[in-house]
């Protein structure tokens, strides 16, 4: 299982762009296998990505996630060999549906027909990410075009699914999937077995699975699972994430988080390459002094 490190969007880090890019500096001379970038309301991610991919040399970055619906598909495939071009060859694309609060209410696209609206997408984004011509057209979207970005490679497309409809496009269409507040016996029941089964119905390879938790390495467990709690109640909220943490049995972001010493953290770690997530995505939470760095160290600790 490679290890990578969740920024963008989590305290500890900072979130300017100097920040980002000595960040993943540091990450590449630790050693760790990818930088992934969130994207909410502050940075672009797939820019941010360019810009600390051209200042290192060997970590991926990939986005978790750049949201689909405020930008044509044709629009994000260009953008994306760019930064593929800027980063060397070592950019992965993560895209997602985000969430109706945020389509409709912030920026008043329809959100009617998620699950079809991203087919079509990929319908579009993919070909054009192999470097081949798109020439599609649907009930939502249009693509009938190529792109020639010198210096680009095909770019790995994944893609953040939850329910069944969506690990069946994911599956079928994409490279794998990101999730966000699900845990192992979730990925092991639900995520990797149905995309998985998709993948092979569809005769692709076997595809990623990309999990971001939140992780802090402290023996006061309770104040740090309170302030987890404070910090990450949206996303107990939002119904893609609920759905997924009541799967898995837990009240909320703050009992799904990977808390608490040395020992637990690996046996946590451990789990997850159990249940076959091929890339942890590790959002750690300063949640005390200290924490960040020894949290960071322990992980390092666990590269392979």
Same mark, same amino acid.
Request: hydrophobic share 45%; glycine share 10%; aromatic share 6%.
């Given at each position: 299982?490679r290890?990578g490190? *969740? ?6 880090i900072g979130n ?7 960040f ?6 630790r050693?760790f ?23 290192t !040399?060997r970590? !991926?970055? +990939?986005?978790?996630?750049?949201p689909?619906?405020?930008r ?15 980063c060397k ?9 985000s ?8 920026y ?6 998620p699950?079809n ?15 081949e011509?798109?020439?599609? !057209?649907?009930?939502?979207?249009t ?9 680009a490679?095909p ?6 699914a939850? +329910?069944p409809?969506?690990l #069946?496009?994911a ?8 999730t ?5 016996k979730?990925?092991?029941?639900h995520i ?7 993948a092979?119905?569809?005769g692709? @390879?076997?595809p990623?699975i ?7 390495l402290t023996?006061?467990v309770d @104040?740090?699972?309170e302030?987890?709690a #404070?910090?990450?109640?949206v996303y ?13 049995g837990?009240?909320g ?6 808390v608490g010493d !040395? ?8 789990r997850?390459?159990?249940v076959?997530?091929?890339?942890f995505?590790a959002?750690?939470m300063?949640?005390g002094d200290?924490? *960040? ?8 600790s666990?590269?392979?």
């Open positions: 299982m290890i490190l *969740f920024a963008g969007a989590t305290p500890g300017s762009l100097e920040d980002i890019v000595n993943t500096k540091d990450a590449e001379q050693g296998d990818s930088i992934w970038m969130a994207n909410v309301f502050g940075l672009d991610a797939v820019g941010a990505c360019a810009v600390a991919g051209w200042e !040399e970590i !991926e970055l +990939g986005t978790a996630v750049t689909t619906y405020p044509h598909p044709a629009a994000l495939a260009q953008q994306t060999l760019t930064t593929n071009a800027a060859g070592r950019f992965a694309l993560g895209i997602g549906l969430h109706q609060l945020v389509i409709e209410g912030m008043g696209y329809s959100y009617d027909k699950a609206h991203m087919q079509e997408y990929l319908a579009i984004i993919a070909p054009l990410l192999r470097g011509a798109a020439d599609f !057209e649907g009930q939502q979207l693509g009938k075009l190529s792109l020639d970005v010198p210096g490679a770019v790995p497309l994944i893609v953040a939850l +329910g409809a969506m #069946k496009i599956g079928q269409l994409a490279d794998g999937t990101t966000w507040m699900t845990g192992p979730t990925l092991e029941q990797v077995p149905s995309i998985s089964a998709a092979q119905d569809a692709r @390879a076997a990623r990309v999990c971001g938790l939140p992780i802090a023996t006061d @104040a740090a699972r302030k987890i #404070k910090d990450l109640q107990g909220m939002l119904p893609s994430y609920r759905a997924m943490l009541d799967r898995e837990v009240a972001p703050a009992e799904l988080s990977l !040395e020992a637990t953290l690996r046996a946590s770690i451990q997850l390459r159990d076959g997530v091929t890339d995505n959002a750690i300063p949640v200290g924490v *960040f760095d020894a949290t960071l160290d322990l992980l390092q666990e590269l392979g």
